[in-house]
């Protein structure tokens, strides 16, 4: 019996088991037969479903990643800020095709993370240029954005709803289309979208309500995660899970970073 776990996270909603190599398919004494005395031996020994413990090791090993690639955009911005921009740029776009089509593995993980996390780098140096330890406030405040939204979220006082999932999704993707116009707009000459660029209260105001709907989305990713252990998913599952809260990560930083720049130059 083929299980087909739903997720009220927008970066799962188009992402399921291959039928093909769903783990959840197997039961002991399969077929009629019970299981040898090797069979009970090997799952026992090895969990066989997705763990807490696959999802933490996966994540840290794939923001470790994210880390690699972040010192090599921040040596290169300097020198080479074209080519950053461009990793940055393929970045996104990679993260819009897994978006719309589900296409996630791996390799795209891993490929996604150096990518996006060279990007982010750039970006962290930019910012540290004008002002010196805003990106140690930026880590600290991601950092105390995800413990509070994981005390909250296991103590019930949030809780993911569908509702939540599709207005966090249509935040995430107007941000990111805002982002692309301000992108081709200063590719140009011509002058940014001044909402997302001008530390005005006005602009200070949308910032705050961006990063407050960039820390929902971790909820989200806790209450999927949370889905695929109960339902037994794959524990190839945990790539999915790592790849959702690096784009939780890296979205509540940037956003904090920009929030800083803005609060700095009034």
Not at 8 to 23: A, G, L, S
Not at 191 to 213: H, K
Request: aromatic share 10%.
């Amino acid at each position: 019996m083929a299980s087909r776990f739903r997720s009220t996270n927008p970066v799962f909603t188009r992402m399921r088991p291959n039928p093909d190599r769903d783990e959840l398919s197997w039961r002991p004494g399969a077929g009629g037969l019970p299981p040898t005395p090797q069979e009970l031996a090997r799952q026992y020994r090895q969990p066989s479903s997705l763990t807490v413990d696959d999802v933490v090791m996966h994540t840290l090993g794939v923001i470790g990643l994210a880390v690699v690639g972040g010192l090599v955009g921040w040596l290169l911005q300097p020198t080479a800020p074209g080519l950053v921009f461009g990793v940055g740029i393929a970045a996104l776009v990679l993260s819009l095709v897994v978006g719309f089509t589900g296409w996630l593995n791996p390799t795209v993980v891993v490929v996604f993370a150096l990518l996006a996390g060279c990007g982010a780098g750039g970006v962290s140096h930019a910012y540290e240029s004008l002002y010196s330890g805003i990106i140690l406030q930026a880590l600290i405040g991601t950092a105390l954005i995800f413990v509070t939204m994981l005390v909250a979220y296991r103590s019930r006082h949030i809780r993911a709803t569908p509702r939540m999932a599709r207005i966090v999704g249509a935040v995430l993707l107007s941000v990111i289309a805002l982002s692309l116009i301000d992108l081709v707009l200063w590719a140009f000459g011509g002058p940014r979208v001044p909402i997302m660029n001008d530390a005005t209260p006005l602009g200070i105001l949308f910032s705050v309500v961006v990063l407050i709907f960039a820390s929902l989305q971790f909820i989200l990713d806790f209450d999927m995660i949370e889905r695929m252990i109960a339902e037994r998913a794959p524990r190839s599952a945990a790539w999915h899970a790592a790849y959702g809260l690096l784009i939780g990560f890296l979205w509540v930083y940037l956003e904090m970073l920009r929030l800083l720049w803005k609060l700095r130059e009034l």
